[in-house]
């Protein structure tokens, strides 16, 4: 059962990121996400008063986290871990309780129309045909990258070796699977 | 029995399901999940490759068409100006094609022009109309009383059919309302223009100057690819904007610049250069004049007299220009893009060149580089049977030499009886907003007033179509075949637009709709194909490439050809001296500063801050934001006021302002973003937003109009570029 040690990853490098927000309107098409929904979204903090100002530009999505508070929180089970160590929703088991939504440290969930709640999939979808998440694909910067950690060899795996990186909210003990390079 | 991945999953699913009823525990182990995630099914059944008209860069696209719908968008990875990768614009061309306000059928005007009351017609009345208005105008007045506006890449059906009619009237607000004082500057000074896309190599530069240009919210796909790519490779950026902007954020020096005053600082970075003998002086012995005369005019443009100006500290100009020079020749100027601003633009761009020439960065990896292009011989067009007046672009009493294309804004004004050579009578409109994309909108109207007919092609219900006598509703891109597109470019490369689906409503393609009008006024000769795709497919096949490969791959690529002198390219100028020209000899006869000098601008009023406006990374200008996609994650503009200035006016962010200019004019309400990233002397807003036409019922009404503020134009006297950069506003609450 290969798949179950692989441990699929983003690494964002904000140096590159000029937040154009194409990855967020590449995965609203890949997914067909619903109006006024979106699985990803652009962070623009900036620091500093004038004129001595610093800047980072984060796209931001579920963070896949390897100790998810939103599984530990679903009463049904549609929460749960799936390949690659990714969070996934299994839409028929999920009442729309939101006890996950409330879970989530990241408010990276949101109530489908449909009734169920859903998020950034890592287009676990694509994955499949060996085909990078449609934000990936589409990063005009090139900001983006997508693969598996428990291989050393992989392309996130160097970069987290290589560069300086962080992750969001560590603090609650989530261990978030989306590196944000510094 | 093989035990596949899948049929292992499957039955591990079907166990952890029956011990996972109680606790949910279970599934939570890896892999042992039936329930993959679920395909949203938006891979096309067909793919077709084309290119985008979102904006004007011509990214590759290959389109996912699902069940006769266009489902999603993606980069063509074999076209070199996309590279598998889209902007957030391309990404959202179905919203396009979908807009429940598109035109949908032609229309002729029932009431007063402007009043936007129309009937709808049938093709045939509506072509037949146009036409007849076309042989009056052309009885009475002659062939060039007829204009034509055209901004966008379906534009070409009617510049060839108005040429074919007598007329060489065309123009585009893309000229002197936006890049036109860089051409002028460039070609002034290397012999050749920046072109579109510019002819830089990002890519490999080592440090990248940027003079007000936004790049990553103007967000042109490769070069934004570029920027990225030469960041990640430890390439440096010096920012000089009076905003924090994007690429401010990722600079090693932000200098934000008192407006109005870049020259000062590009003149006190040549002088330190010069001074210093930082420059490349074996480049310029062998390939540049006047270096001695720039020398002798540098001499008193000091770090010391440009603090004063620019508000820069001396020693900043000092360390900034040593570290620009250190990192030549892969030391690049940006030379902008929509940089008519203060009316001495092209002496502006012109400093930007020449300080570019000092680098020795043209010609040369990580600096300028030469371009070539895929030869495709040309239709072969009966050839035009009138040579036409020269364009009436200018005011009686003025000319304007040194400007390489028409000025709309110059045709528009001729349009007003008297004030030009000869009178214009008639305009064709295509694709072009005028009344957001010219300044001062109250003259365009009088213009337009003043006409015997307009007529609008568009795909939208923007502003202008509402003054039209008749609206013709063109097809988007995903509709249509254009043109082949075949740019100057760092690889030579043809690429195909194809239609995806059939056209919408009662939609045509403009070459039908060119062609149709040319069968009514006796001119069927000069469209002798059967459709747009045949001509493309004969221009393709001329030129010895597969049509089979360029309708499969969309894209044909060539052999790349030396750009730079790295690459063993021998650079040549076609200047009058066939030098890089620092003098120019040309700029003095004509009677202007044969080198760059420096003028102060104005001051804003009391309680005033001067207005400067430019985009969004999701926007082009105002024919996107009715995108109702695109409007998912941008659908207003927020006026940028300095936080410290914001309280002293007693506004907050998030409030809802107007501004009022020094004129009188007023803006539609807009929110505030109180921020440390701009100036407190001037505010910034993005452009394309607040539309007031009655049809496009997303965009109406959110945000404002910078255009309506822009009263006040400063023409720029080399090439008539209209500066816009010179008006002020005050804050009132909405």
Redesign the interface.
């Known amino acids: 059962?290969p798949?179950?040690k692989k441990r699929y990853a983003m690494v964002v490098?904000t140096?590159?990121c000029?937040?154009?927000?194409?990855c967020?309107?590449?995965c609203?098409?890949?997914?067909?996400v619903p109006?006024?929904r979106?699985r990803d979204w652009l962070v623009e903090e900036?620091r500093?008063?004038?004129?001595r100002?610093?800047?980072?530009?984060r796209s931001e999505r579920c963070n896949h986290c390897a100790g998810a508070p939103c599984?530990d929180a679903?009463?049904?089970?549609a929460s749960?871990?799936?390949?690659?160590?990714t969070v996934?929703v299994?839409?028929?088991?999920c009442t729309g309780c939101k006890a996950c939504m409330a879970a989530c440290p990241y408010d990276a969930r949101y109530v489908h129309p449909d009734g169920f709640v859903d998020k950034c999939?890592f287009c676990?979808?694509r994955a499949?045909y060996g085909k990078l998440p449609?934000c990936v694909?589409?990063?005009?910067?090139?900001?983006l990258h997508f693969g598996d950690l428990s291989d050393p060899g992989a392309e996130v795996s160097r970069l987290l070796r290589e560069r300086k990186w962080k992750v969001n909210h560590p603090e609650t003990g989530a261990r978030p699977n989306v590196y944000f390079l510094v | 029995m093989e035990l596949t991945?899948r049929r292992?999953i499957r039955i591990g699913g079907a166990a952890a399901g029956a011990a996972?009823v109680g606790?949910?525990?279970a599934?939570?182990?890896?892999?042992l999940?039936g329930?993959?995630?679920?395909?949203?099914?938006?891979d096309g059944d067909r793919v077709v490759p084309t290119f985008c008209e979102l904006c004007f860069w011509k990214c590759g696209v290959l389109a996912h068409v699902r069940d006769g719908r266009v489902?999603?968008?993606?980069?063509n990875p074999k076209h070199p100006l996309s590279r598998?990768?889209?902007?957030?614009r391309g990404?959202?061309g179905?919203g396009l094609l979908y807009d429940p306000d598109r035109l949908k059928r032609p229309m002729i005007r029932r009431e007063k022009r402007g009043e936007a009351v129309f009937e709808e017609v049938g093709w045939a009345a509506a072509l037949d109309y146009t036409a007849e208005k076309l042989m009056k105008i052309k009885e009475k007045y002659g062939p060039e009383a007829v204009a034509l506006y055209s901004h966008g890449y379906g534009g070409s059906w009617f510049k060839h059919l108005l040429k074919a009619y007598g007329s060489d009237a065309i123009a585009a607000p893309s000229y002197a309302q936006c890049r036109g004082p860089r051409e002028v500057g460039w070609q002034l000074t290397f012999g050749a223009g920046v072109g579109s896309p510019e002819q830089l190599d990002i890519e490999n530069s080592r440090v990248l100057t940027l003079i007000g240009s936004h790049?990553?919210?103007n967000?042109h796909?490769t070069q934004?690819?570029e920027?990225?790519?030469a960041?990640?490779r430890g390439a440096q950026l010096v920012v000089v904007d009076p905003r924090?902007s994007?690429?401010?954020?990722?600079a090693r020096y932000?200098l934000?610049i008192k407006p109005g005053t870049d020259i000062a600082l590009l003149l006190a970075w040549m002088h330190v250069i010069v001074r210093d003998g930082l420059h490349d002086r074996a480049y310029l012995d062998k390939y540049a004049i006047g270096l001695d005369k720039l020398a002798k005019h540098l001499t008193d443009k000091t770090p010391e007299w440009a603090w004063t100006e620019t508000g820069i500290p001396a020693g900043t100009i000092v360390e900034t220009a040593r570290f620009i020079a250190g990192g030549r020749p892969a030391s690049l100027v940006h030379p902008g893009r929509r940089v008519v601003w203060y009316g001495d633009d092209t002496q502006r761009t012109r400093a930007i060149a020449i300080l570019n020439a000092l680098l020795g960065s043209y010609a040369r990896r990580g600096g300028i580089y030469v371009p070539s292009q895929m030869q495709l011989p040309t239709y072969p067009y009966a050839k035009y049977g009138h040579e036409p007046r020269v364009p009436p672009d200018s005011p009686k009493d003025r000319a304007y030499p040194l400007a390489d294309e028409t000025l709309a804004s110059g045709l528009c004004m001729a349009s007003i009886p008297g004030t030009a050579a000869y009178d214009i009578k008639g305009w064709l409109v295509y694709g072009t907003n005028l009344l957001m994309a010219m300044p001062q909108p109250e003259k365009v109207k009088e213009a337009i007033q003043a006409l015997d007919f307009i007529a609008v092609v568009d795909v939208l219900p923007a502003e202008i179509a509402g003054w039209a006598d008749v609206v013709l509703p063109e097809s988007t891109y995903l509709e249509r075949c254009d043109e082949v597109d075949n740019p100057p470019y760092k690889v030579p490369f043809a690429a195909v637009r194809q239609p995806v689906v059939e056209p919408m409503h009662d939609s045509k393609p403009g070459w039908w709709i060119a062609r149709e009008i040319a069968h009514r006024i006796g001119l069927a000769d000069y469209f002798p194909w059967k459709d747009s795709l045949e001509y493309a497919m004969h221009r393709v096949h001329s030129a010895g490439i597969s049509c089979e490969t360029m309708k499969s791959d969309g894209v044909v690529v060539g052999k790349a050809q030396p750009t730079t002198i790295e690459d063993g390219l021998e650079p040549t100028f076609a200047t009058p001296s066939g030098r890089i020209e620092l003098f120019s000899q040309r700029l003095a006869d004509a009677g202007f500063d044969p080198m760059p000098g420096y003028t102060p601008p104005e001051e804003p009023p009391a309680g005033h801050f001067r207005l400067l406006f430019g985009r969004s990374?999701?926007h082009t200008f105002g024919r996107t934001t009715n995108n109702?996609?695109?409007g998912?994650?941008?659908s207003e503009n927020e006026v940028w006021v300095?936080?410290?200035a914001a309280k002293e006016q007693g506004v907050a962010g998030g409030d809802k302002v107007v501004l009022v200019n020094q004129d009188g004019a007023r803006s539609q309400p807009i929110r505030v973003k109180a921020?440390?990233?701009?100036?407190?002397d001037c505010v910034y807003m993005v452009h394309g937003f607040g539309h007031d036409a009655k049809g496009l019922k997303f965009a109406r009404n959110r945000g404002a109009d910078d255009a309506r503020l822009v009263t006040r134009i400063k023409v720029d006297p080399i090439m008539g570029g209209t500066g816009m950069n010179v008006n002020f506003v005050r804050i009132e609450r909405a």
Do not use: Y
């Not at chain 1, 299994?90 to 088991?93: L, S």
């Not at chain 2, 994007?246 to 990722?250: E, L, Q």
């Open positions: 059962m798949d179950a490098d140096r590159g000029v937040a154009c927000k194409a967020v309107l590449a609203k098409a890949e997914n067909a109006d006024g979106t900036v500093g008063r004038f004129p100002l610093a800047a980072e530009n599984v679903c009463p049904t089970g749960h871990v799936a390949e690659g160590g996934q299994t839409r028929h088991k999939t676990l979808h499949q449609a694909e589409v990063c005009p910067t090139a900001c | 991945r292992f996972a606790s949910g525990l599934t939570r182990w890896w892999g999940d329930d993959a995630v679920a395909d949203p099914g938006t489902t999603k968008l993606t980069g598998g990768r889209l902007c957030p990404t959202g179905a790049l990553g919210e967000m796909n934004v690819q920027l990225a790519a960041l990640d924090f994007t690429a401010a954020g990722k932000w934000p990374p999701v109702r996609f695109l998912e994650v941008a300095n936080a410290d921020t440390e990233r701009i100036r407190p």
